[in-house]
């Protein structure tokens, strides 16, 4: 018999939140991924058009860890019509020595939230220069957590945000300035949050570019998240050509999913660009010049989720539901 630890989202909220620990434990994820040993298949995607959803999995074995995660994310974006959340899901966690399922969180993409905000801080870490104002393109959750990411390793003073619908707008950023303390702002133009910005993340599902060539200025840093599925899209391809350095999460998932795939149908970005793990680890030169002007494109890995979920296993202690099988 094999006991199954079960964690609701309720619980894992009170075992894991978004800090400067778990920062560390997603960079340790890149790290491992530069090292070579981890085995990560392609992000198997499926698109539900006739429902307006879609639904990834994502998993890897990462040597030193005991346990392997297979994350389920679903997003069905008619959902909030029908009074339900868009986004759900839950993480599987598997002994890599024998393969048995040994804890369930059910968390409602509350892992993947923190993840992803955890690996845009370590972008900022390690490719951003000193930041007065940060700016964030997008209004939902993961652009307040981003922001609330990215001021634990660069304490920014002011924060600027851009959204279609100003009331949301607003919204978020009262949120962040909550969360962090620094002087919000809204700006209804795109162009002036970037001008104003050393440090800019887009968060949105955007299938038409956001950012241009003629937005970038000396000493930016920008990450952008939000494209994660073909078509989705947040940059111009001009505008990665233009950066002194653009670096990936993984290049193979870039190139498929993420803002490489553009670059590359109009035959730019041909050459294989750096990984962020291989900046972290020092394998490749990251920026060098506060002047410079950097891009992260991160379409999330499942190392990532294998990192968090074994964080939340050491967190956790007895919390949850144990069931005997």
Not at 197 to 212: D, G, H, K, M
Not at 285 to 300: P, S
Not at 313 to 322: C, I, L, N, R, Y
Request: glycine share 8%; proline share 5%; hydrophobic share 45%.
């Amino acid at each position: 018999m094999a006991d199954i630890r079960i964690l609701t989202e309720t619980e894992l909220r009170r075992c894991v939140t978004l800090d400067l620990p778990l920062v560390d434990v997603i960079e340790n994820g890149f790290r491992a991924l530069a090292d070579g040993g981890v085995v990560m298949p392609p992000v198997l995607s499926m698109a539900i058009e006739a429902h307006n959803g879609e639904v990834d999995v994502k998993t890897a074995y990462v040597p030193g860890f005991d346990r392997f995660a297979l994350k389920i994310s679903p997003g069905f974006f008619d959902n909030p019509a029908r009074g339900l959340p868009s986004l759900n899901g839950m993480m599987i966690l598997l002994s890599a020595k024998t393969g048995l399922v040994e804890a369930v969180f059910l968390d409602n993409g509350y892992l993947t939230a923190l993840r992803t905000a955890a690996a845009g801080a370590v972008a900022a870490r390690h490719l951003a220069p000193e930041v007065e104002t940060a700016g964030v393109i997008g209004t939902g959750a993961q652009a307040r957590l981003q922001m609330q990411a990215a001021h634990l390793v660069r304490p920014f003073a002011r924060c600027l945000v851009w959204g279609r619908d100003a009331r949301k707008a607003r919204a978020c950023a009262d949120d962040i300035a909550k969360a962090t303390g620094a002087g919000v702002e809204v700006r209804t133009d795109i162009a002036t949050l970037v001008a104003q910005s050393q440090l800019v993340v887009t968060t949105t599902p955007a299938t038409t570019p956001l950012i241009t060539a003629d937005m970038l200025h000396d000493g930016l840093h920008i990450t952008a998240m939000g494209s994660d599925q073909a078509g989705k899209t947040e940059i111009t391809p001009e505008t990665l050509d233009a950066a002194t350095l653009y670096v990936c999460d993984r290049v193979s998932q870039c190139a498929t999913m993420g803002e490489l795939r553009a670059a590359r149908a109009q035959g730019r970005m041909t050459a294989p660009p750096p990984e962020l793990g291989r900046i972290i680890t020092g394998r490749t030169t990251g920026r060098t010049a506060a002047h410079q002007i950097t891009i992260c494109d991160l379409t999330g890995t499942g190392v990532q989720d294998t990192a968090i979920a074994n964080h939340v296993a050491a967190q956790s202690g007895d919390a949850g539901t144990v069931i005997s099988t």
